[in-house]
Each structure stands twice: as C-alpha cells, then as structure tokens.
C-alpha cells in the first residue's frame, strides 16, 4: 500500500516562494508539466498524495508563477467555502433553481442521467 502525505497544504498558512515563471514556456502560457499536474491538484491540497509526487509538486509550483498562482486561487477558494455560513433560499426560489439546473442537466446529459 502506498503512503499517502498527509499534510494538508489547502490550510498551511506558508506561503509559496516567488520565483521567475515555468522556463519551460516562456510565454506565461501553461506548460506541458503544468497540465500534468492540475489533475493532481485536489489530492495535494487535502493532503492525500504520494510523498514523491508531492515533492515534485512543491518544487514545480515553486519555479512557476502561474501554477503558484492557480495553487494560490484553489487555496483561497477552498478557504472561503469552509468560512461560509449556509443560508437558507427561499422555498421558490429553490424550486426555480432546482429546476433550471435539471433543465440544463438534461439538455447537456440526456434525461436519464
């Protein structure tokens, strides 16, 4: 069984270090390393990634602003959601939501999704 990190990096407080962008493209745009990665991204912040490829992680997002910056996104949005206090929606407007999401569900997935 692998050993998983356990560390959970989504409520560190550290900061990452700031560093020049990936060199691997040095058009700001997202490399082929960075789209290994994001699928990657969820597990590292709950913690719950192989102590390797947490390291290799760390290390990229350290020498890429714009993983950094998308680490740094996910970080405060997952943060955020935690902090916010549920609220209850008004019974029609519920339904109507409810109701425009289904629609859209079933346009995109087929009614017997």
């Known amino acids: 069984m692998n050993q ?10 550290q900061n990452l270090p700031s560093e020049t962008t990936c060199r691997a493209d040095s058009r700001n745009n997202m490399g082929k390393k960075c789209l290994d990665y994001i699928s990657e991204l969820n597990d590292y912040l709950d913690g719950e990634i192989d102590p390797g490829l947490c390291a290799e992680i760390e ?35 519920e339904d ?14 087929g009614k017997n999704n």
């Open 4 to 13: 998983k990190h356990r560390q959970n990096h989504g409520s560190s407080g």
């Open 59 to 93: 290390e990229h997002i350290g020498k890429c602003e714009n993983c950094r910056i998308m680490v740094d996104s996910l970080k405060q949005t997952v943060k955020l959601c935690r902090e916010g206090k549920e609220i209850e929606l008004p019974k029609q407007l």
């Open 96 to 109: 109507k939501l409810n109701s425009m999401l289904k629609s859209r569900w079933d346009k995109k997935f």
